[in-house]
C-alpha cells in the first residue's frame, strides 16, 4: 500500500534566520530545516512527500539544530560527551537524536574525552589546583571513563604541595585574625574539601603556620 503523499505548497526562508526555510504542505505550515537540506533533496513547490520523506526531513532538521545547540556549548569551553548528552537533554532532544550529534562531533574531532581531561587538569592546575582525589571526582562526575582519569592526572605530574601552598597562603588572609589553632583546623579542613589528603595537608600547615600537634587525618 503506498503511502499517502502531501503536496509542497511553499518554501520561505525565515526573516530571523536566512539560513533556514520554513515549509508548508498542502498550505499549512508543516516544519522548518536548513537551507542546504532544500538543496539536497531538490525541494521545490509542487513536490509530493510521502509521511517517512517528511520524517526523515523533520529527523535532519532535528539533528542540525542539535548540532547547531552543541556546537554553542563547546565554543565556550570543551566538553565531555556526558556533559553534551546531558545539556541535548534538557533541551528535549530525543536520544536517536543526540546519538547522531554525538558521532557526528566526534567524526570533525569536536569532542574527545582524553583531550577533556587534558583540559581540565591543566586549567584546574593553572587557574585553581585541587588535590588529585578531587580532580578525581570531578572527571569522573562528567562522565570520563576511570583509566582514562586514572591515566590523565598520572601523565599531569601534578605537584599536590606546590598547589596546596599555592591556595592555602591565598586563603590564609581570610585567618590572620584567628587564633593559629583555629587558623590551622579552618585552613586544613579547607584544604580537605579541595582534595588533599593528611600527606599533603600536614607538611603546608607546618611550613605556613608551624608544627601540628595532631597526627588524625582532617577529613
Given at each position: 500500500?503506498?503511502?499517502?503523499?502531501?503536496?509542497i505548497?511553499s518554501?520561505?526562508r525565515?526573516?530571523?534566520n536566512?539560513?533556514?526555510?520554513?515549509?508548508?504542505?498542502?498550505?499549512?505550515?508543516?516544519?522548518?530545516?536548513?537551507v542546504n537540506?532544500v538543496?539536497?533533496?531538490?525541494?521545490?513547490?509542487?513536490n509530493?512527500?510521502?509521511?517517512?520523506?517528511?520524517?526523515?526531513?523533520?529527523?535532519?532538521?532535528?539533528?542540525?539544530?542539535?548540532t547547531?545547540?552543541?556546537?554553542?556549548?563547546?565554543t565556550?569551553?570543551?566538553?565531555?560527551?556526558?556533559e553534551?548528552?546531558?545539556?541535548?537533554?534538557?533541551?528535549e532532544?530525543?536520544?536517536?537524536?543526540?546519538?547522531r550529534?554525538?558521532?557526528?562531533?566526534?567524526?570533525?574531532?569536536?569532542?574527545?574525552?582524553e583531550?577533556?581531561?587534558?583540559?581540565?587538569?591543566?586549567?584546574?592546575e593553572?587557574?585553581?589546583?585541587?588535590?588529585?582525589r578531587?580532580?578525581?571526582?570531578?572527571?569522573?562526575?562528567?562522565?570520563?571513563?576511570r583509566?582514562?582519569?586514572?591515566n590523565?592526572?598520572?601523565?599531569?605530574e601534578i605537584?599536590?604541595?606546590?598547589?596546596?601552598?599555592?591556595i592555602a597562603?591565598?586563603?590564609?588572609?581570610?585567618?590572620?585574625?584567628?587564633?593559629?589553632?583555629?587558623?590551622?583546623?579552618?585552613?586544613?579542613a579547607?584544604?580537605?574539601?579541595?582534595?588533599?589528603?593528611?600527606?599533603?595537608?600536614?607538611?603546608?600547615?607546618?611550613?605556613?603556620?608551624?608544627e601540628?600537634?595532631?597526627?588524625?587525618?582532617?577529613d
Amino acid at each position: 500500500m503506498n503511502e499517502p503523499e502531501r503536496r509542497i505548497t511553499s518554501i520561505e526562508r525565515q526573516k530571523r534566520n536566512p539560513e533556514r526555510v520554513n515549509v508548508a504542505l498542502d498550505g499549512e505550515f508543516a516544519f522548518a530545516i536548513p537551507v542546504n537540506a532544500v538543496l539536497d533533496f531538490g525541494l521545490r513547490t509542487g513536490n509530493q512527500l510521502s509521511v517517512s520523506q517528511i520524517e526523515e526531513l523533520k529527523e535532519i532538521d532535528d539533528t542540525a539544530k542539535a548540532t547547531d545547540a552543541a556546537i554553542r556549548l563547546l565554543t565556550a569551553r570543551p566538553r565531555s560527551v556526558r556533559e553534551i548528552e546531558q545539556r541535548l537533554r534538557r533541551k528535549e532532544f530525543d536520544d536517536p537524536t543526540i546519538e547522531r550529534v554525538i558521532e557526528r562531533l566526534r567524526d570533525w574531532r569536536y569532542i574527545d574525552d582524553e583531550a577533556f581531561a587534558r583540559f581540565w587538569v591543566e586549567n584546574r592546575e593553572s587557574n585553581r589546583p585541587r588535590g588529585r582525589r578531587l580532580l578525581e571526582q570531578e572527571l569522573r562526575s562528567k562522565g570520563i571513563e576511570r583509566e582514562i582519569v586514572t591515566n590523565t592526572i598520572e601523565d599531569a605530574e601534578i605537584d599536590e604541595i606546590a598547589g596546596a601552598l599555592e591556595i592555602a597562603r591565598m586563603k590564609l588572609r581570610a585567618y590572620k585574625d584567628l587564633e593559629p589553632e583555629i587558623a590551622k583546623r579552618r585552613l586544613g579542613a579547607f584544604l580537605a574539601r579541595r582534595g588533599y589528603g593528611y600527606g599533603v595537608i600536614k607538611p603546608v600547615l607546618t611550613e605556613l603556620l608551624g608544627e601540628v600537634e595532631t597526627d588524625s587525618d582532617p577529613d
